[in-house]
């Protein structure tokens, strides 16, 4: 199967977020020891589905590497949103298991690292040829806590 197309959200000037949605881009990303991991500099979106499949997060800089391994993708069901504040959980994560993610260059989004990401997050992806068919890409339960 072929890779879909996912393109920044801010490459693409005829796409924005869905109105009962919030932008979530400058919201702190947080673990789950609760400490600040980055925030969401933005989202990746499939151009076919017109749906998010990843956030973009810049770690905070105590966890840089090195100046070009300081993001890392999340896929969007594997976060979710605080009901009040501005702020994105993601339980997979903390501020030790960070280090290990695969870091993202903004190169183009390879099958083998998105299984890896998954993998990352403790997931085994999926052999199904729909794999955003996933609990990790369901969008859902991303923004089910803040439903308007």
Known sequence: METPILRRLRDLTEFEVADD??????WTVRGNDGQALGIVH?????VEALKVRYLDVELDSRFHINEHENHILLPIGAASLDEDGDNVFVPALNAESVLNYPPYVEIQITR???EAILRALGKEPTANPRFYE??????GSFYSRRAS
């Open 112 to 114: 083998t690292y998105e």
């Open 21 to 26: 949605n919030p932008d979530v881009r400058g």
């Open 42 to 46: 933005e989202l990746i979106v499939d």
């Open 134 to 139: 996933q609990d990790s890409f369901d969008a």
